[in-house]
């Protein structure tokens, strides 16, 4: 890596993409944290992607990444069909 100390996590589509918590397993010093949060695109490496979406429905995803090196190590995204972007 250059140097930089930040990282940036975005859908493939460039969704709205909102971050709700980042965290690290308890225990033992672990190289690897948890980044959580929803979207309305699509990210293009999820182990598991929406296979239907509308404009405005979200979907919750889950990334591991590398604490180190700040490299993603896997993505999960989960859809839910029901939830909508109108609150």
């Known amino acids: 890596m250059d140097g930089a100390r930040s990282v940036l996590v975005q859908s493939t589509d460039r969704g709205d993409d909102y971050l709700q918590g980042i965290c690290q397993c308890e225990g033992a010093p672990s190289s690897s944290f948890y980044v959580l949060g929803y979207t309305n695109g699509t990210f293009q490496d999820a182990i598991l992607k929406p296979t239907t979406k509308s404009h405005h429905s979200l979907s919750a995803f889950l990334v591991k990444m590398d604490a180190l090196t ?6 999960q995204q989960l859809a839910a069909p029901n939830l909508t972007g109108e609150v």
């Open 70 to 75: 700040l490299q993603t190590i896997w993505v």
